[in-house]
């Protein structure tokens, strides 16, 4: 993705009813899980507990046929986690999706950059001291 920070850009998530969703936190925790074979320093990489990344890994492996993370018990080195085959897949996919999103509006999104006030304030500083 080249987007700089302060580009516009499409948030694309997939609501599977009647309540499992599918969208960019959960598949950046998969990417995660890919860089550093485990469940738990994925979690800390994004800023979440254990227990909250592991929760998202099990509704991520109830959502479809096919598990996305498959658990390694300890050992000498301790336990891990990897993706499966259909876990890169789903990473591929869904950011394959992300692009064709963007491409499909890329007219709007360019249409409302052209209309978005550059100067204005950011929101965290017009928020009233607490």
């Not at 987007?3 to 499992?20: A, C, T």
Request: hydrophobic letters at 40%.
């Amino acid at each position: 993705m080249n987007d700089r920070p302060d580009d516009l850009r499409p948030i694309l998530r997939i609501d599977f009813p009647p309540e499992d969703r599918l969208g960019r936190g959960k598949i950046m925790l998969l990417e995660h899980i890919r860089k550093t074979g485990s469940i738990s320093a994925a979690g800390r990489a994004m800023d979440m507990s254990y227990r909250r990344a592991w929760l998202l890994v099990d509704a991520l492996n109830r959502m479809f046929k096919e598990p996305s993370v498959e658990s390694q018990r300890g050992g000498k080195q301790g336990g891990g986690a990897a993706l499966t085959p259909f876990g890169e897949t789903l990473i591929c996919r869904y950011r394959e999706m992300e692009a064709k999103a963007r491409a499909a509006i890329a007219d709007d999104l360019a249409w409302l950059e052209a209309a978005r006030d550059s100067e204005q304030t950011p929101i965290s500083d017009r928020l009233p001291p607490t």
